[in-house]
Protein backbone atom coordinates (compact mmCIF):
# COMPACT_ATOMS: atom_id res chain seq x y z
CA UNK A 1 0.00 0.00 0.00
CA UNK A 2 1.56 3.20 -0.70
CA UNK A 3 2.26 5.73 1.60
CA UNK A 4 2.52 9.10 -0.28
CA UNK A 5 1.41 10.60 -3.29
CA UNK A 6 2.68 12.83 -6.03
CA UNK A 7 0.90 16.41 -7.23
CA UNK A 8 2.76 18.19 -10.72
CA UNK A 9 2.34 21.35 -12.21
CA UNK A 10 2.86 21.95 -16.02
CA UNK A 11 1.71 24.95 -18.10
CA UNK A 12 1.21 22.72 -21.68
CA UNK A 13 1.90 25.95 -23.70
CA UNK A 14 -1.26 26.34 -26.06
CA UNK A 15 -2.01 22.43 -26.21
CA UNK A 16 -4.43 21.99 -28.84
CA UNK A 17 -5.85 23.03 -32.29
CA UNK A 18 -6.80 26.77 -31.97
CA UNK A 19 -6.97 29.07 -35.08
CA UNK A 20 -4.72 26.99 -37.62
CA UNK A 21 -1.18 28.72 -35.97
CA UNK A 22 -0.43 26.21 -32.55
CA UNK A 23 1.38 23.15 -33.00
CA UNK A 24 -1.05 20.00 -34.26
CA UNK A 25 -1.31 17.72 -31.31
CA UNK A 26 0.46 15.04 -33.16
CA UNK A 27 3.04 16.98 -33.61
CA UNK A 28 3.12 17.24 -29.75
CA UNK A 29 2.70 13.43 -29.13
CA UNK A 30 5.95 11.98 -28.63
CA UNK A 31 7.56 14.60 -26.43
CA UNK A 32 4.40 15.13 -24.09
CA UNK A 33 3.17 11.53 -23.19
CA UNK A 34 6.36 10.42 -22.00
CA UNK A 35 6.69 13.19 -19.92
CA UNK A 36 3.69 12.88 -18.27
CA UNK A 37 3.84 9.33 -17.98
CA UNK A 38 7.29 9.77 -16.22
CA UNK A 39 5.51 12.21 -14.00
CA UNK A 40 3.68 9.26 -12.33
CA UNK A 41 1.56 12.39 -10.99
CA UNK A 42 -1.71 11.13 -8.39
CA UNK A 43 -3.34 15.01 -8.92
CA UNK A 44 -1.88 17.06 -11.80
CA UNK A 45 -2.59 20.61 -11.95
CA UNK A 46 -2.54 21.87 -16.03
CA UNK A 47 -2.94 25.32 -17.52
CA UNK A 48 -3.17 26.16 -21.02
CA UNK A 49 -5.18 23.75 -22.45
CA UNK A 50 -7.02 24.26 -25.34
CA UNK A 51 -10.95 23.19 -26.27
CA UNK A 52 -12.33 22.22 -29.83
CA UNK A 53 -15.65 22.25 -31.53
CA UNK A 54 -16.47 19.33 -33.09
CA UNK A 55 -18.81 21.79 -35.34
CA UNK A 56 -19.70 25.01 -35.78
CA UNK A 57 -22.80 24.86 -33.61
CA UNK A 58 -21.22 22.17 -30.59
CA UNK A 59 -20.41 23.35 -27.26
CA UNK A 60 -16.28 23.04 -26.73
CA UNK A 61 -14.86 19.96 -25.55
CA UNK A 62 -11.25 18.88 -24.35
CA UNK A 63 -10.50 16.75 -27.40
CA UNK A 64 -7.35 17.38 -27.92
CA UNK A 65 -6.53 16.83 -23.99
CA UNK A 66 -8.59 13.41 -24.25
CA UNK A 67 -6.19 11.96 -27.10
CA UNK A 68 -3.00 13.06 -25.24
CA UNK A 69 -4.11 11.05 -21.93
CA UNK A 70 -5.00 7.86 -24.11
CA UNK A 71 -3.19 5.55 -23.30
CA UNK A 72 -1.40 7.03 -20.16
CA UNK A 73 -2.05 6.57 -16.56
CA UNK A 74 -4.11 9.61 -16.08
CA UNK A 75 -6.69 8.83 -18.95
CA UNK A 76 -9.26 7.29 -16.29
CA UNK A 77 -8.84 9.89 -13.13
CA UNK A 78 -11.18 12.56 -12.37
CA UNK A 79 -11.46 15.52 -14.31
CA UNK A 80 -11.94 19.11 -14.01
CA UNK A 81 -11.54 22.12 -15.55
CA UNK A 82 -12.66 25.91 -15.99
CA UNK A 83 -15.50 27.62 -17.54
CA UNK A 84 -16.37 31.03 -18.78
CA UNK A 85 -19.43 32.45 -16.96
CA UNK A 86 -21.77 30.78 -19.85
CA UNK A 87 -20.63 27.26 -18.26
CA UNK A 88 -19.06 26.75 -21.37
CA UNK A 89 -15.28 25.68 -21.63
CA UNK A 90 -12.94 28.72 -22.87
CA UNK A 91 -11.52 28.19 -26.70
CA UNK A 92 -7.69 28.51 -24.98
CA UNK A 93 -6.11 28.61 -21.85
CA UNK A 94 -8.46 26.31 -19.69
CA UNK A 95 -7.53 25.23 -16.48
CA UNK A 96 -7.30 21.51 -15.66
CA UNK A 97 -7.01 19.48 -12.55
CA UNK A 98 -6.83 15.54 -12.97
CA UNK A 99 -6.79 13.83 -10.25
CA UNK A 100 -6.74 9.53 -9.04
CA UNK A 101 -8.31 10.60 -5.87
CA UNK A 102 -12.20 11.08 -5.39
CA UNK A 103 -13.31 15.07 -6.05
CA UNK A 104 -15.58 16.18 -3.44
CA UNK A 105 -16.78 19.69 -4.54
CA UNK A 106 -15.66 22.39 -6.88
CA UNK A 107 -15.82 25.48 -7.99
CA UNK A 108 -14.07 28.45 -9.77
CA UNK A 109 -12.86 32.29 -8.63
CA UNK A 110 -13.56 34.65 -10.97
CA UNK A 111 -13.98 37.90 -9.07
CA UNK A 112 -16.51 36.41 -6.58
CA UNK A 113 -14.34 37.44 -3.49
CA UNK A 114 -12.84 40.50 -5.22
CA UNK A 115 -14.26 43.08 -7.05
CA UNK A 116 -12.76 43.93 -10.13
CA UNK A 117 -11.00 47.65 -9.40
CA UNK A 118 -12.30 50.87 -11.65
CA UNK A 119 -9.87 52.47 -13.43
CA UNK A 120 -10.66 55.31 -15.97
CA UNK A 121 -7.75 55.10 -18.71
CA UNK A 122 -5.08 58.16 -19.39
CA UNK A 123 -4.07 57.49 -22.79
CA UNK A 124 -7.59 55.91 -24.47
CA UNK A 125 -8.55 57.12 -28.05
CA UNK A 126 -12.06 58.38 -28.15
CA UNK A 127 -10.99 59.46 -24.58
CA UNK A 128 -13.17 57.41 -21.98
CA UNK A 129 -15.78 59.08 -19.52
CA UNK A 130 -15.82 57.08 -16.40
CA UNK A 131 -13.94 54.45 -15.17
CA UNK A 132 -14.21 50.84 -16.25
CA UNK A 133 -13.36 47.95 -14.17
CA UNK A 134 -10.31 45.89 -14.65
CA UNK A 135 -11.11 42.44 -15.00
CA UNK A 136 -9.13 39.13 -14.99
CA UNK A 137 -8.45 36.90 -18.07
CA UNK A 138 -9.06 33.57 -15.77
CA UNK A 139 -10.45 32.33 -12.95
CA UNK A 140 -9.24 30.01 -10.67
CA UNK A 141 -9.89 26.70 -10.18
CA UNK A 142 -10.70 25.55 -6.54
CA UNK A 143 -10.76 21.30 -6.36
CA UNK A 144 -11.29 19.49 -3.04
CA UNK A 145 -9.90 15.92 -3.16
CA UNK A 146 -10.11 13.19 -0.29
CA UNK A 147 -6.67 11.82 0.04
CA UNK A 148 -6.72 9.28 2.84
CA UNK A 149 -9.48 10.16 4.67
CA UNK A 150 -8.40 14.31 4.86
CA UNK A 151 -9.68 17.31 2.41
CA UNK A 152 -7.22 18.32 0.34
CA UNK A 153 -7.80 21.75 -1.29
CA UNK A 154 -6.47 22.29 -4.80
CA UNK A 155 -6.55 25.50 -6.26
CA UNK A 156 -4.83 25.89 -9.90
CA UNK A 157 -4.25 29.37 -11.22
CA UNK A 158 -2.55 31.18 -14.00
CA UNK A 159 -1.64 34.27 -13.07
CA UNK A 160 -1.96 37.15 -16.14
CA UNK A 161 1.52 37.64 -17.83
CA UNK A 162 3.95 40.67 -17.80
CA UNK A 163 2.57 42.05 -20.94
CA UNK A 164 0.74 45.63 -21.26
CA UNK A 165 -3.11 45.16 -21.78
CA UNK A 166 -4.89 47.20 -24.18
CA UNK A 167 -5.89 50.39 -24.19
CA UNK A 168 -7.87 51.63 -26.85
CA UNK A 169 -7.10 53.16 -29.85
CA UNK A 170 -2.96 53.18 -29.00
CA UNK A 171 -1.98 50.33 -30.77
CA UNK A 172 -0.80 50.51 -34.80
CA UNK A 173 -1.01 46.47 -34.42
CA UNK A 174 -1.22 43.67 -32.14
CA UNK A 175 2.73 44.20 -31.52
CA UNK A 176 3.24 48.06 -31.87
CA UNK A 177 2.16 51.14 -29.49
CA UNK A 178 1.92 54.55 -30.57
CA UNK A 179 3.47 55.60 -27.53
CA UNK A 180 5.47 54.54 -24.67
CA UNK A 181 3.09 56.35 -22.15
CA UNK A 182 0.20 54.17 -23.66
CA UNK A 183 2.46 50.79 -23.35
CA UNK A 184 3.53 52.18 -20.05
CA UNK A 185 -0.19 52.25 -18.82
CA UNK A 186 -1.27 49.09 -20.90
CA UNK A 187 1.47 47.69 -18.36
CA UNK A 188 0.82 48.75 -14.95
CA UNK A 189 -3.06 47.39 -16.10
CA UNK A 190 -1.38 44.19 -16.63
CA UNK A 191 0.32 44.49 -13.13
CA UNK A 192 -3.09 45.18 -11.73
CA UNK A 193 -4.75 42.38 -13.07
CA UNK A 194 -2.44 39.76 -12.08
CA UNK A 195 -2.19 41.39 -8.41
CA UNK A 196 -6.00 41.51 -8.30
CA UNK A 197 -6.34 37.30 -9.29
CA UNK A 198 -3.43 36.60 -6.52
CA UNK A 199 -5.37 38.58 -3.88
CA UNK A 200 -8.70 36.37 -4.73
CA UNK A 201 -6.84 33.48 -4.29
CA UNK A 202 -5.36 34.24 -1.04
CA UNK A 203 -8.58 35.59 -0.01
CA UNK A 204 -10.00 31.88 -0.64
CA UNK A 205 -7.11 29.67 1.17
CA UNK A 206 -7.99 32.67 4.01
CA UNK A 207 -11.24 30.89 3.96
CA UNK A 208 -10.48 27.57 4.23
CA UNK A 209 -7.97 28.72 6.91
CA UNK A 210 -11.17 30.05 8.58
CA UNK A 211 -13.02 27.22 8.46
CA UNK A 212 -10.18 24.97 8.98
CA UNK A 213 -6.77 25.92 10.44
CA UNK A 214 -5.08 22.80 9.99
CA UNK A 215 -6.55 22.46 6.00
CA UNK A 216 -4.19 21.01 3.62
CA UNK A 217 -3.93 23.21 1.37
CA UNK A 218 -1.75 23.34 -2.19
CA UNK A 219 -1.74 26.48 -4.67
CA UNK A 220 -0.44 25.35 -8.14
CA UNK A 221 0.15 26.99 -11.46
CA UNK A 222 1.54 29.48 -13.57
CA UNK A 223 2.01 32.40 -11.62
CA UNK A 224 4.13 34.40 -14.20
CA UNK A 225 5.76 35.59 -11.50
CA UNK A 226 9.11 34.44 -8.96
CA UNK A 227 9.30 35.11 -5.39
CA UNK A 228 10.24 38.42 -4.81
CA UNK A 229 7.07 39.65 -7.10
CA UNK A 230 3.55 41.19 -5.66
CA UNK A 231 1.48 38.49 -6.71
CA UNK A 232 3.33 35.81 -4.52
CA UNK A 233 4.06 37.94 -2.09
CA UNK A 234 -0.13 38.57 -1.59
CA UNK A 235 -0.47 34.49 -1.99
CA UNK A 236 2.57 33.67 0.26
CA UNK A 237 1.55 36.12 3.34
CA UNK A 238 4.77 34.97 4.27
CA UNK A 239 5.83 36.20 8.51
CA UNK A 240 8.31 38.31 7.29
CA UNK A 241 5.87 40.67 5.62
CA UNK A 242 2.93 40.28 7.62
CA UNK A 243 5.07 40.71 10.59
CA UNK A 244 2.37 39.59 13.08
CA UNK A 245 3.36 36.51 15.02
CA UNK A 246 -0.28 35.53 15.70
CA UNK A 247 -0.51 34.58 11.86
CA UNK A 248 2.39 32.65 11.11
CA UNK A 249 0.22 29.68 10.32
CA UNK A 250 -1.74 31.48 7.23
CA UNK A 251 1.34 31.63 5.41
CA UNK A 252 2.01 29.45 2.31
CA UNK A 253 5.51 28.26 2.04
CA UNK A 254 6.85 27.40 -1.48
CA UNK A 255 7.72 24.12 -1.96
CA UNK A 256 10.69 25.17 -4.37
CA UNK A 257 12.50 25.54 -1.30
CA UNK A 258 13.24 21.54 -1.06
CA UNK A 259 14.55 22.22 -4.71
CA UNK A 260 18.36 23.23 -5.07
CA UNK A 261 18.94 26.71 -6.11
CA UNK A 262 20.82 25.75 -9.02
CA UNK A 263 17.92 24.10 -10.50
CA UNK A 264 15.20 26.86 -9.54
CA UNK A 265 13.67 27.48 -12.84
CA UNK A 266 10.87 27.01 -14.89
CA UNK A 267 11.57 28.87 -17.85
CA UNK A 268 14.76 29.66 -20.07
CA UNK A 269 14.12 33.19 -21.53
CA UNK A 270 17.09 34.84 -23.71
CA UNK A 271 19.45 33.02 -21.62
CA UNK A 272 17.68 34.05 -17.98
CA UNK A 273 16.32 31.46 -16.03
CA UNK A 274 12.55 31.31 -14.62
CA UNK A 275 10.88 30.76 -11.44
CA UNK A 276 7.62 31.35 -12.58
CA UNK A 277 5.76 27.74 -11.80
CA UNK A 278 5.08 27.25 -8.48
CA UNK A 279 3.63 24.94 -5.90
CA UNK A 280 2.56 26.84 -2.27
CA UNK A 281 1.33 24.82 0.46
CA UNK A 282 -0.49 25.51 3.83
CA UNK A 283 1.84 24.50 7.03
CA UNK A 284 0.08 21.54 7.59
CA UNK A 285 0.80 20.17 4.04
CA UNK A 286 4.23 21.01 4.53
CA UNK A 287 4.76 18.99 7.06
CA UNK A 288 4.56 15.93 4.96
CA UNK A 289 5.98 16.88 2.43
CA UNK A 290 8.89 14.57 1.44
CA UNK A 291 10.57 16.18 -1.63
CA UNK A 292 10.14 18.26 -4.66
CA UNK A 293 11.88 18.71 -8.38
CA UNK A 294 11.24 20.70 -11.43
CA UNK A 295 11.92 18.97 -14.71
CA UNK A 296 13.85 21.33 -16.60
CA UNK A 297 16.52 19.59 -18.20
CA UNK A 298 15.17 19.49 -21.94
CA UNK A 299 13.50 23.27 -20.94
CA UNK A 300 14.04 25.18 -24.36
CA UNK A 301 14.80 29.36 -24.16
CA UNK A 302 11.66 30.87 -25.39
CA UNK A 303 13.04 33.98 -27.14
CA UNK A 304 15.56 31.57 -29.51
CA UNK A 305 14.11 29.90 -33.08
CA UNK A 306 13.72 26.24 -32.31
CA UNK A 307 14.83 23.49 -34.96
CA UNK A 308 11.43 21.84 -34.13
CA UNK A 309 8.87 23.10 -32.33
CA UNK A 310 6.72 20.35 -31.66
CA UNK A 311 9.59 18.79 -29.35
CA UNK A 312 10.61 21.95 -27.27
CA UNK A 313 8.95 22.65 -23.89
CA UNK A 314 8.28 26.27 -22.75
CA UNK A 315 7.43 25.42 -19.28
CA UNK A 316 9.07 22.78 -17.26
CA UNK A 317 6.87 20.04 -15.26
CA UNK A 318 7.07 21.07 -11.15
CA UNK A 319 6.59 18.00 -9.02
CA UNK A 320 6.25 17.17 -5.38
CA UNK A 321 5.78 14.24 -3.03
CA UNK A 322 3.69 14.01 -0.52
CA UNK A 323 3.07 11.77 3.03
CA UNK A 324 0.04 10.37 2.87
CA UNK A 325 -2.29 12.21 5.72
CA UNK A 326 -2.57 9.56 8.54
Known amino acids: MRSSFVVATFNLDNLGRRHGHVLPLAARLATLRPLLTALQADVLCLQEVNAQKASATARRSLTDLTTLLSGTGYEDY ?36 VQAPAYRTINALPAEETAQPVAWDR ?99 APGDVLAPALVDRALVPAEECVPETERYTMRHAGAKLMVDHLLVSRSLRSLLLGASIRNRELADDAVPADDESASLAHAAFVAEFALPG
Not at 87 to 109: C, K, M, T
Not at 159 to 171: D, F, S, W
Request: hydrophobic share 50%; with cysteine.
Open 78 to 113: ACVSSVLPSGELADIHNLVVLSRFPVLRHRQYWQDL
Open 139 to 237: PALHVELDVGGRILHVLNLHLRAPLAAAIRGQKIDADHWRSAAAWAEGFMLAALKRAGQALEVRFAVDRILDATPDALILVAGDCNADMHEMPLRILCA
